[in-house]
């Protein structure tokens, strides 16, 4: 699903922030990404993302070259991505509603089809009374929901999640990530870039991809 071959990138003529990664996601996997604040957790997620471009190596999603795809073929292959950033992304001028559905809109269905669908997860995440609320009112945490929902709505192939319960209590938290673990049970495959090692501890089955020094560590569970 996503193949990473001697990857690395760095910023002008300065040093390369990550190098050598070799790694890849399969299909219905669980994997937490994790590491020291600075250590290139969002830079990953970014590749990964396919919104930044690597400066050597090869980055391989759904079986393509991303460097070989052109703008709309990038675009296609997002639709299939499931993202949540710290920065959460919501559009202002709509409702929270209408963020989480915008993804369905832009894949052309019609809103008989899914309004359904779109109230049930928010209710699920806690926003079934924020539905009509545009994001300035809402709070850190509840932006948070919002910007799970959204990613959640399309039933990804591929969820990529930076921090997502950074913002939550540790009872949503943990009612998130199973939330995270139920979506991998159904087929897709998830990145969760946390550093909350107590939350990772409760999941024990997942992948740990460490990041330190601009390289990477692979533990197929938990660490010694």
Known sequence: MLRFENV????????????????????????????????GKTTLM???????????????????????????????LRRRIGAVFQDFRLLDHLTTYENVALPLRAMGREELAYRAEVVELLRWVGLGDRMNASPPVLSGGEKQRAAIARALIVRPELLLADEP????????????????????????????????????????????????????????????
């Open 165 to 224: 319960t950074g913002n939550v209590d540790p009872g949503l938290a943990r009612r998130l990530l199973r939330l995270f673990v139920e979506l991998h049970r159904l087929g897709t495959a998830v990145v969760i870039a946390t550093h909350d090692l107590q939350l990772m501890d409760q999941f024990g089955f997942a992948r740990r991809l460490v990041v330190g020094d601009g390289k990477l560590t692979i533990y197929d569970g938990l660490p010694s």
């Open 8 to 39: 690395g990138l760095r910023y002008g003529m300065g040093p390369e922030v990550v190098g050598d990664l070799n790694f890849s996601v399969a299909p219905q996997s669980f994997q937490f990404l994790t590491g020291p604040s600075g250590a």
């Open 46 to 76: 970014r590749l990964m993302l396919l919104s930044l471009r690597p400066t050597r190596g090869t980055i391989r999603v759904f079986g393509q070259d991303a460097s070989a795809l052109t703008k709309d073929d990038l675009t296609t």
